[in-house]
């Protein structure tokens, strides 16, 4: 199982719109959006404010993973992490 954070999230932001987007190559899926998880994630991974928990990954997996936080103000936080899936 896997963790990754969402270091963009900052909890002084009063009701935040949270998006994930998972970059492998030159394409760029929207995985987590409007408030939910989008197929195939839907049943593979569990989506909190501050991390996203896949229950396990596969080498499909591996690509850069991007959290955009947009709060009042139209203030925007991004953070990315890189998944590297070995195996």
């Keep these: ?3 990754i954070p969402c270091s963009a999230f900052r909890s002084g932001w009063n009701n935040p719109r ?3 987007k998972f970059q492998k190559g030159s ?5 987590y959006y409007g408030g939910e998880l989008t197929e195939p994630y839907r049943t593979r ?4 404010p501050t991390s996203i928990h896949f ?3 596969t080498r499909e997996d ?3 993973y991007i959290c955009e ?3 009042d103000g139209s203030h925007i936080a991004k953070s990315e992490v ?3 899936v070995q195996g």
């Design 1 to 3: 199982a896997v963790d």
């Design 18 to 20: 949270i998006e994930w």
């Design 27 to 31: 394409s760029l899926q929207l995985f």
């Design 45 to 48: 991974v569990r989506f909190s």
């Design 55 to 57: 229950e396990s990954v």
């Design 62 to 64: 591996s690509g850069k």
């Design 69 to 71: 936080v947009v709060g």
């Design 82 to 84: 890189t998944l590297t």
